[in-house]
């Protein structure tokens, strides 16, 4: 077994080992022929590296006197240091836990600390367009059989002729290659500001600006931007730094197959152009020299010469302490243990190790955002309150200025929501296009730029996963219909899934095969390789917008987890070579070979970052934890009742005002309140399209909505009154279906989908719990993922059902944390109950399940037939307002005396209930009729009162007796010291069988008349 001393002591001795250089050489060159990278950018790679290797050390001795609660760790993964640099800082990132090294560098590239290079030499015009297959031909990579060419011509520049260096398909051996963002940021430079905040009241992102000079002739691209991003994370004159330019031509070659059979690299590469255009707006050629990007009311960017970067030491317009004066005191606490923890030198603060012409209190330029960056984590390892993202709730990779999402997941379940993020971004894209930014009336945006590409990390065993096998098929899918995603999932492969090992070749296997996902492979011991072929794949899907998945094969060290004794199923020898492949040192041994560092330096930087880590540990120490249930719980579902209540009579307002003409129009010149009483299915319709007129963000998709209308008819018409891209059909699978919204949430949209019935809710719902219900929680409201769920469901169909068409459960979605589940019983309840969660998700990011009666859609009756009084009015939109229904609060019908009997229920109980108070009626007992209309939170004070008001209780519940709803209702009665008679009537413990049998196990009126008769009887 690897421990932290041994690990150490391996990298110090490997380290001490290393050769001297031959010579120096000018660190802003390629650290390679061909390569992309140059020394400057190596050397902040490997210091994310070594800050991440720091860390990981760090949790493993707060872990040892019980003051760090995590200990999953990142060594051996931090070869994604690599993939981090040739991305966007930009780009929403959805990362898995071994994430140290990526969340390091992304945190400098925001920051504008992590180097660039000098993209005007000319080199890979692969690189330089992004887009090595511009037709999308997926034609045989040109070079050896992995697509590598080995250069042809080394330059004489001191280094020793490398036949041997893989370089990239059609890379130059004569200076750095000139890459345009579309190939990531082979320069490493960030190349867009702005990053997305995911909720409204997000704090302003730091000042980002790019560092790459001489851009390459080309193209600019459009970059669009959240509200008020230019002033909150651009340029103080509006611009946005961007980095050079880029050729665009979205959309060219759709058509190219992807596959099983498709290789890693293309030999193809663009042409690069003067002049372009995205989604048809003309771009003019950049100015000579240095750009930004200012991003004008149309959302197209011009170039604009670039103003120097921003003071170090400023994130977010706040002033940081430096590491120099962050930290001080003595070497940590008594009782730290080598084997344990970081191994830091005793005495006095070493000096930095590699001088830099710069100078300053950090030199190199990229050293405080690493220590910022420690700081989070090393927070979040202690559950302190100041963790920036989830304030000591979790240990979590996130920040909304770095554009990274957090995720808990370990199972892949993020994938699904990165599938519908991509899907969001394009979409919105596309909208965005046809119309201007300026305009309050025009179509939503997205927090992120228009060309941003989704990516999402996760482990090898995670392929296995029924997520993961949902979002791969899904991104599939819809490449194949011809709609883009544009998203980049990224395996690190370490080949363990804790102690189970991955068959060889299969996660390749596995990854190869899936349809429409473009493969690539790279290998975590060569960062120059990594950052290359993740360039290339970024760049790919970014201009074609079409999913890809990097095969990044890692190696697992220090176990998986901190008491994981990873000898018990691992010999030794398996345990030595992946320590033969650690990735830092493989960068420590390309720096000293490129003559940029020697080992000794490399070893003095691996000591300052250690000094550095472990007295931010110590500090940190000290920093509160939550110590009350009120700010545990405070992000986990804002309520803001008033808010929602005004947000609901702003739509009214401009329902019946200034939209009132164009709400005639959209229902065919006869609204709703003038078509007559309306069955439960009319109204929930006629709410959703005032919903998707009030609120222009707003999709509804699922299961056969969009064509059909709905199983039930409940979405008829809609996609001929709103367009196809915002009611649409989505392939049968419910994961996705909820992922699909839990992206498009996250994205800023106002996603309604439909899981057909309330049985198929059980095929997804952790997306549900472990993903949408978590994420304001986990990220204190700075990301969120708005969603109404409708669900068909409950029982009493009549001549259709069985199990699956009559499921009764609900115990599931009441059991998740903020969760909102609103049930509809009466066709007046339905418009305004569906108004307050769809104003609920806008304005507190509320996530809620919307329960409907499929018994009831269609039910005109109430008493007799032909009686139509089941039926009910639609409310003009000038009583909206009046006719609110806020969360947590019931409807109570009285029925004659009503002193008798409270009869508490929801759903096909409502009706029947009323049935039964009026048979109760002609006997001479009165009763209230409470429907509490949300099961989630449950209307307590309208419980206790007109529980009160009779001194007994009859529990209507058509759920099952065990986990029931019945059980909340009868628990907050005891809590609140109800002293009163309470009885229960409950559908049995058993599935809903099919037809007439259905009738032994469920609630029926006899039962709910012989329930009052008995408790009056007592």
Known sequence: ????????????????????????????????????????????????????????????????????????????????????????????????????????????????????????????????????????????????????????????????????????????????????????????????????????????????????????????????????????????????????????????????????????????????????????????PPPAGPVAYRVGSDGTAEPVPRHQPSAPGTVSGQTVTSADSAVGGEPGPAGDQADTGPVVPAGPRPEPAVADPVGGPDPDGWQQAYAEAARDVLRGMVASTLDPIAGGRHKVFGRADLAVVPTTSTIASHLPRAVGLGLAVERLRRMDTAGRRDDPDGPPRSPWPRDAIVVCSFGDASVNHASATAAFNTAGWYDHTGLRIPVLFVCEDNGLGISVRSPEGWVERTLRARPGVRYFTADGTDPVAVHAVTAEAAGWVRRHRRPAVLHLRTVRLLGHAGADAEQAYRSTAEIAADEARDPVLATARLLVEAGVATGEELLARYDERGWQVRRTAEEVLDEPKLSAVAEVVAPLSPRRPSRVAAAVAQAAQRAAGPDAAGRAEAFGGKPPELAGPLTLAQSINAALADGMLSHPQLAVFGEDVAAKGGVYGVTKGLRERFGAARVFDTLLDETSVLGLGLGAGLAGMLPVPEIQYLAYLHNAEDQLRGEAATLQFFSQGAFRNPMVVRVPGLAYQEGFGGHFHNDNSVAVLRDVPGLVVAVPARPDDAGPLLRTCLAAAVVDGTVSVFLEPIALYHTRDLYEPGDGEWLGAYAEPSAWAAGHAPIGRARVYGVGSAEDVTIVTFGNGVRMSLRAASTLADEGIGCRVVDLRWLAPLPVADLIREASATGRVLVVDETRRSGGVGEGILAALVDAGYVGAARRVAAVDSFVPLGPAARQVLVSEDAITQGARTLLAR
């Open 1 to 284: 077994m690897t421990t932290p001393q041994d690990l150490d002591d391996r990298f110090r001795e490997t380290l001490g080992a290393l050769p001297e250089p031959e010579r120096r050489r000018d660190p802003g060159r390629p650290v390679r022929p061909g390569a992309a990278l140059t020394g400057h950018q190596l050397l902040a790679l490997f210091d994310a590296q070594v800050t991440s290797r720091q860390l990981d050390l760090a949790a493993r001795w707060l872990r040892s006197f019980d003051e760090g609660f995590y200990t999953i760790g990142s060594a051996g993964h931090e070869a994604n240091a690599a993939v981090a640099a040739a991305l966007r800082p930009t780009d929403p990132a959805l990362l898995h836990y071994r994430s140290g090294a990526f969340y390091c560098l992304r945190a400098a590239q925001a920051a504008d600390a992590f180097p660039g290079g000098d993209a005007g030499e000319g080199g890979d015009l692969a690189a330089m367009t992004g887009d090595p297959d511009p037709d999308g031909d997926d034609h045989p990579p040109a070079g050896g059989p992995d697509g590598i060419r080995p250069p042809e011509d080394a330059p004489d520049d001191g280094h020793p002729a490398v036949d041997d260096v893989p370089v990239p398909a059609g890379a130059q051996q004569t200076g750095p290659p000139a890459a345009g963002p579309d190939a990531g940021s082979p320069a490493g430079a960030p190349d867009a500001a702005g990053p997305p905040t995911g909720a409204p009241d997000a704090p302003a992102a730091p000042h980002v600006t790019a560092a790459t000079a001489d851009p390459s002739p080309g193209t600019s691209d459009a970059t669009g931007l959240p509200d008020g991003a230019a002033a909150a994370g651009g340029l103080p004159d509006g611009t946005v730094d961007a980095g050079p330019p880029e050729p665009s031509d979205i959309g060219a070659g759709w058509g190219g197959e992807t596959g099983p059979g498709s290789p890693v690299h293309d030999p193809h590469p663009a042409p690069v152009r003067r002049a372009d255009a995205l989604d048809g707006v003309a771009v003019p």
